[in-house]
């Protein structure tokens, strides 16, 4: 995939805190596409992750901030997204939610953005501390999305994923699908917390559904200017991120990385088929009505 060169980027939906602040306990409260299953199987093999360097991100070291500023400076059109994996990620953000502030309008709601914040180590949030070990997370109590980016190199050399721009994008746009669900009110219908037909399992996959449908309509979603950002999506891309979903299930982390046992009664965000099956649904119809998990007999 590529992004248009003459696109503009708006890198104020994105504080950039790495550097800022040190490792710190691993927190609770967050939605996050694999942290809550990462802690599980990290209470089960009495470890930590520990995130590599190298990741095609900007790598800071100890006591060094980016900042915000910098990030500003550096990504200002699509023509940087394409040869920056900072920048890449500030677009498929800027993308997923022009669709969605698109969507909310064509049903007379208005979209809240909400703030990316990009963080190294570990960081403070509405929910509470949190390491880089919860993985991508969205809080509801502040309406704000977590990430270290060195988890995209975490997916492919722990949970052996293919790897790929469109995984990134898949990673954050289920991320904002949560935030969605925060805005709709859909996060307060959870009263389940983990099983195989749990309210937390149902919240996640509709989060991968509503990735999807981003991906759908990724090429038509226009930045302020006009000018879609993303110009091609191929079969590879979406193969990949689908890859990246098999890969985080969890039965497939369970059984992986926990020892080899699978307990369905621990499961908080769906088997890897069935994240599979409702980002599918998802891209396929291109239509949020389309990811009702909450509705669903089946799951998958």
Not at 106 to 126: I, L, M
Not at 236 to 245: F, R, T
Not at 270 to 277: C, D, H, I, L, V
Request: hydrophobic content about 35%; proline content about 3%; overall charge negative.
């Amino acid at each position: 995939m590529q992004f248009n060169e003459d696109a503009e980027l708006d890198t104020s939906q994105i504080s950039d805190l790495r550097g800022v602040g040190g490792r710190v306990a691993l927190g609770g409260g967050g939605l996050g596409i694999v942290g809550l299953i990462i802690y599980f199987v990290l209470s089960q093999l009495g470890g930590t992750v520990q995130l590599p360097s190298g990741s095609g991100f900007e790598d800071v070291g100890s006591g060094e901030q980016v900042g915000s500023e910098a990030l500003k400076s550096r990504c200002r059109t699509g023509a940087d997204a394409n040869r920056d994996a900072d920048c890449r990620a500030v677009a498929f953000i800027n993308s997923v939610q022009a669709y969605w502030g698109d969507q909310f309008a064509r049903s007379s709601r208005t979209y809240r953005p909400a703030q990316t914040n990009f963080f190294s180590g570990g960081v403070r949030t509405g929910c509470g501390n949190a390491s880089s070990a919860s993985g991508p997370f969205y809080c509801p109590a502040d309406g704000q999305v977590y990430i270290d980016l060195s988890f995209f190199r975490e997916l492919q050399t722990r949970f052996g994923a293919s790897g790929g721009p469109f995984v990134e994008a898949y990673v954050l746009a289920h991320e904002y699908g949560h935030h969605v669900q925060n805005l709709l009110g859909t996060s307060d219908r959870v009263s389940s917390r983990s099983g195989p037909d749990s309210d937390s399992v149902r919240l996640e996959l509709q989060a991968d559904c509503y990735a999807g449908a981003w991906a759908n309509h990724a090429t038509q979603v226009p930045t302020a200017s006009g000018k879609p950002l993303i110009t091609g999506v191929s079969a590879e891309d979406v193969a990949n991120a689908l890859d990246a979903a098999g890969r985080i299930g969890d039965d497939f982390i369970q059984r992986e990385l926990g020892g080899g046992r699978v307990d369905t009664t621990q499961f908080t965000h769906g088997t890897s088929a069935q994240r599979q099956k409702w980002y599918s649904i998802g891209y396929e119809s291109g239509d949020p009505a389309r990811c009702d998990t909450f509705g669903a007999r089946n799951l998958g």
